[in-house]
């Protein structure tokens, strides 16, 4: 039987999940650079801030980057907001070690941290569905479509 692959928006859940820190880091060094001041806390002449005398131009890299800051802003608090609640459930931390050694720490296939954290291969595998449907909703993607596809192939 062929192994089914998960629909696109479940696969960029979990990409944004692998490059979390990543993404923090970009976002702040974007953030940080977005407005320089010089030493004397004046600010710094306009191409030092990497712009130009082009007004199209400046405009398109302006827009270029908000989009860019903004989706990194939307992606590391869809991340942030999963882990927080992972607070209120009573295998939690279960859930955030699994998610750490699979996504973050990349030292273990699921089926490694399941054993790791004490639970079978299908429990875990549920879990991390769970956490990356949880991310998905963060992002605002609409999760509960893809739970009824998930039904709809099973029925």
Not at 14 to 41: C, F, M
Not at 96 to 122: C, F, N, P, R
Request: charged share 30%; aromatic share 10%; hydrophobic share 35%.
């Amino acid at each position: 039987m062929p192994k089914r692959s998960m629909p696109r928006d479940y696969r960029h859940a979990e990409h944004v999940l692998e490059n979390y820190d990543r993404y923090l880091q970009e976002l702040k060094e974007r953030e940080d650079g977005y407005a320089v001041r010089s030493p004397d806390g004046g600010y710094y002449s306009l191409i030092q801030r990497g712009k130009t005398s082009d007004t199209t131009g400046n405009a398109g890299v302006r827009m270029a980057l908000d989009r860019r800051i903004a989706y990194l802003r939307m992606a590391t608090r869809a991340v942030a907001q999963a882990l927080f609640n992972l607070s209120e459930k009573p295998n939690g931390f279960a859930i955030a070690m699994l998610v750490k050694l699979i996504y973050w720490d990349k030292t273990h296939t699921l089926e490694g941290a399941a054993q790791k954290v004490g639970y079978s291969y299908s429990q875990a595998r549920r879990l991390r569905k769970a956490f990356v449907l949880d991310v998905m909703r963060g992002m605002g993607w609409d999760a509960n479509d893809l739970e009824k596809r998930e039904r709809k192939k099973m029925a």
